[in-house]
């Protein structure tokens, strides 16, 4: 029996294609171990969003070279697709972001050649790639993939060009997926993709119409949605989420910049006014939805006055959680062309400001639930606590030791981030 590391970078969309690879090594006969234990074979599914993930990404396949130098070495994923010339001793496996669900047989073709396999393809990535899980061991929250590819175009991101135009899982398979997977346990389901809100938008359907039918499953107790654009919640989306409290408190929202010139440098869809308004529309459905978003600092001609604006921004629009990134060089992408880059230790410095920031967005919005009885999925143990979150997010730990897996009403009595304390 051969033995299996694999290591998983990047987003929500990575992670459900890696299950599904484990997956379908079990039912080979492979073994699954840690990524850092001595095996046979090592997986490195990688991604390259910012500079710092292209270097995790290099640095996770020299570690599993090193580990063990005979092994089967396998890279796949945006880095990949990103340097498909890549030349790196004892990388024996080479591929992007297709035919991932190819990998058992690429595996059993490299044992009777030993002799490199370079995936690369000379037409874009125009189909979706059917992937299906019914089981995610170990965990209490399982992730589906419905969506692949983006057609945005931000001036500072890579992601179109790695991962091709936008497709979509059939509608029907989507919901058989979130099905067998709530008949085998998981009551809350999270759904993902890289441009998630654009679903159906070449199969003749949309976003609203798959919430509707999924609100519907029997066993379904709680459906997040992992990350959408604002100019995705539309008027059918918004009635879909007040009419099913099925659909958590919570989402996440990218903003990008509060500032106008910065947002229209980005190629982004929208202006500051309209995302105020569409948080408003939001609120008046779900007053105590938590909204988080990603923010990225130091973008090609941000003065001081136009990141003060973000921070204004964030602020007024009482975003609860941010995600900061400091703006990372990608190559083939307008925004490494645009004048006025800022120095790396003005990024880091922005960068640490408006964390500083999102910490008190974060411990204002978890203080209104000081003394509130809150619902809780329990997803671990540690040591004499159990630990899990609410439906809006909030991460709890119960002095109590519980089920996994099962929800359970308690009361919060302190706040100590990152934790609301609950009894």
Sequence with gaps: MRSVGIETLGCKVNTYESEYIINQLKEHGYEIKNFTEICDIYIINTCTVTNTSDIKSRKMIRNAIKRNPNA???????????????????????????????????????????????????????TFEDMYINKFPGRTRAFVKIQDGCENFCSYCIIPLVRGKCRSKEKEKVIAEVTSLTNNGYQEIVLTGIHTGNYGVDINTDFASL????????????????????????????????????????????????????????????????????????????PNINITTDVIVGFPGESEKMFNKTIETCQKLKLTKIHVFPFSERKNTKAIDLPNHIEKEEKKKRARELLEISKKLELEYATKYLNQTVEVLIEEQKEAYSIGHTGNYLHVKINKLLPKNTFVKVKITKIDYPYCIAE
């Design 72 to 126: 089967c070495i396998i890279a796949m994923g945006c880095f990949i697709a990103a340097n498909l010339d890549i030349k790196i001793e004892g990388l024996d496996i080479i591929i992007g972001n297709k035919d991932k669900s190819k990998i058992v047989a690429l595996i059993e073709e490299w044992y009777k050649k030993k002799e490199t396999l370079r995936l690369s393809y000379k037409n874009p990535l125009d």
């Design 211 to 286: 919430l509707k039918e999924l609100v519907k499953i029997e066993k379904l107790k709680r459906l997040r949605i992992s990350s959408i654009e604002i100019t995705e919640l539309t008027t059918e989306v918004l009635q879909v989420i007040k009419d099913n409290p099925i659909i958590v408190d919570h989402l996440h929202i990218p903003l990008q910049s509060g500032c106008d010139d910065i947002l229209k440098s980005m190629n982004r869809k929208y202006n500051i006014d309209y995302f105020e308004k569409t948080l408003k529309k939001i609120r008046k459905i779900r």
